[in-house]
């Protein structure tokens, strides 16, 4: 089992910019994939970027390609997700979450540990 706890959410302008930290505890941390997924209020729980357990592969949504960026330090147990050119759109709490396969996973299910969360609102 992991225990996840993100950082860095907070208030920022459109167009500004985040990164976001999750820090992990646990010998497995290299072993897995993780991911990045966020909720607005009233909507489901939407994935954003997965990354593989050598961090080799990631891959993230439509809806933020090109301005969200996935990334993990195997050294420091940590995720990031450095988002730019944010949108009001992007406003939600934001959940890195730790899966049980080295690959990627895209749907909540199928990851087994989640962090409690780190809201991110955008300004317009």
């Known amino acids: 089992q992991v225990q996840l706890v993100e950082s860095g959410g907070g208030l920022v302008q459109a167009g500004g910019s985040l990164r976001l930290s999750c820090a992990a505890s646990?010998?497995?941390?290299?072993?897995?994939?993780m991911g990045w997924f966020r909720q607005a209020p009233g909507k489901g729980r939407e994935f954003i970027a997965g990354i593989s357990a050598s961090g080799q592969a990631v891959y993230h949504a439509d809806s933020v390609k090109g301005r969200f960026s996935i990334s993990r330090d195997k050294a420091k147990h940590a995720l990031f997700l450095l988002m730019s050119r944010l949108k009001s759109e992007d406003t939600a709490v934001y959940f890195c979450?730790?899966?049980?396969?080295?690959?990627?996973?895209?749907?909540?299910?199928?990851?087994?540990?989640w962090g409690q969360g780190t809201q991110v609102t955008v300004s317009s």
């Open positions: 979450a730790f899966g049980p396969t080295r690959g990627i996973r895209t749907t909540p299910n199928d990851y087994t540990d």
């Open positions: 646990g010998r497995t941390f290299s072993e897995y994939g």
